[in-house]
Structure formats: structure tokens, C-alpha cells
């Protein structure tokens, strides 16, 4: 399985919120771009990286910050959070990130993120966000009516890089992540579905792992140290 660390981004500093509520917000750090080094010096090779006030905005926000963690670095970066058309993906693109995540995008103007794909095979991974096994959109403040296995089917046949599935009850809470809702996600799709949210510790990882899960990433448990990057990833590689 692969071990993707995570970098949400508010105001300019890398935090953490509980269940996607931005009035319960935990700062870690005002050096998005040293910590992304850290990461890379660390071993990984991709970092996700979380534009919040984009996601809440509808516009790419912390544009500095992604800008610097894409310079510092020879990460493979996916960037998310308010990319909801052509010109703020192509921003991202041309800034040097290797993908982007759309989720609102994806249920709102599926178009746009299918020709996106086209031109960009695998340069696109759709963010599903799930309360209560709907699908939440506008930086999940907004409920779709969508089912997210529905916009899984959906979305596997776009030539997608890759599927990110949280399940926001179980975001930043550290006490768990949805493992069956992500396997069955997996099962039912070719394309890699990328588990999020809730990771506390490294059975956690290693619950995912055996379960099928391809990939996932991890922010909140890695900042607070209940475990080492390194420990993290020979988890998830289950060695």
C-alpha cells in the first residue's frame, strides 16, 4: 500500500481540522515548504497537498505556499481544494504539480473534469467526501444528494489517476478510518482508490493494508507524532 503524507493548507499554515469543520482548526506549522522537505528527505515520493480556504472559496487560495512546497521539492504533488475549472487546474499544472483533486467538479460540471482527463490521463483524481454515505460538496459544506459508490462507478471509466474517498465523520478524529467503506470502494473499481481521514495509529494502516486498500494518506497522526514517517511506511508496505 502506498503511504502518501498530507499538507492542509489555512491562511498560509498547515493545520488540521475535525471533520472538515473550519471553527475546530489545530495548527502545526506556519513552513508548509520545510515540512514538505521534511517529508521528501523522510523517503516519500508523493505528497497531497489541501488548498482549505480554496475548498471553502471556490478559488485557488495559499498560493504562495503550494507555489514554495512545489519548488522546495521533487515531490509528486497532488493539489486540491477549490479547483472547479479548466484555468485553476492548468495553474497547478504549470506550477509543477503532477495532479489535481476535484471533488465538487466532479459532481457539478462532470464535463469539465472528463475533458481534463482527456487531456491529462491520470493528471486528475476525483476527491469523493462522504457524510453519511453522501457525497458533500463546496469544501463539505454542502450536502449533493449523490451516493458516493454512484460517483464511483461513474467517475472509474474517465481514465481517472486516482480516487480519493474520505469519510468525513471519520476525518481528523484519529480514531479510525472508514477500512470497509474504502475496500468496497476498491472492489468495485479498477482505478486506485486513495483512502483519507481518521488514521491514529499504525494498525490502522496495517487494517487498510489487509483489507486491499492500494493507498492512502495521513497528516494529522504524522504531526502529532504518534508515528514516524518511516515507521508509516514499513506499516503500510507490511514489512
Known amino acids: 500500500m502506498e503511504l502518501i503524507p498530507a499538507i492542509d493548507l489555512l491562511d498560509g499554515q498547515v493545520v488540521r481540522l475535525t471533520q472538515g469543520r473550519y471553527d475546530d482548526v489545530t495548527v502545526y506549522s506556519d513552513a508548509p515548504a520545510e515540512m514538505a522537505k521534511a517529508f521528501e528527505d523522510a ?72 475533458r481534463l482527463c482527456d487531456a491529462r490521463p491520470g493528471g486528475v483524481v476525483v476527491a469523493i467526501d462522504a457524510r453519511g454515505g453522501e457525497v458533500a460538496v463546496e469544501g463539505w459544506l454542502e450536502g449533493s444528494g449523490v451516493r458516493a459508490e454512484a460517483l464511483a462507478a461513474d467517475v472509474s471509466g474517465w481514465g481517472v489517476g486516482a480516487i480519493l474517498y474520505t469519510n468525513i465523520d471519520r476525518d481528523g478524529t484519529r480514531e479510525g478510518p472508514d477500512v470497509e467503506g474504502t475496500a468496497a470502494l476498491q472492489r468495485q473499481v479498477e482505478v486506485t482508490v486513495i483512502a483519507s481521514g481518521g488514521i491514529g495509529s499504525l494498525a490502522h494502516l496495517v487494517a487498510l493494508r489487509e483489507a486491499g486498500v492500494r493507498a492512502t494518506v495521513c497528516g494529522r497522526a504524522l504531526y502529532s507524532g504518534a508515528f514516524t514517517l518511516d515507521e508509516a511506511f514499513r506499516a503500510a508496505e507490511g514489512s
Do not use: C, F
Not at 70 to 92: H, I, K, M
Open 43 to 114: 523517503g516519500a515520493a508523493r505528497l497531497h497537498v489541501v488548498d482549505l480556504d480554496g475548498a471553502r472559496d471556490g478559488r485557488p487560495g495559499n498560493v504562495p505556499a503550494i507555489e514554495a512546497i512545489l519548488g522546495a521539492t521533487s515531490l509528486r504533488v497532488q493539489v486540491g481544494g477549490g479547483v472547479r475549472d479548466e484555468a485553476a487546474a492548468r495553474r497547478w499544472y504549470d506550477a509543477g504539480a503532477e495532479r489535481v483533486v476535484m471533488g465538487t467538479a466532479a459532481v457539478k460540471d462532470p464535463g469539465l473534469v472528463r
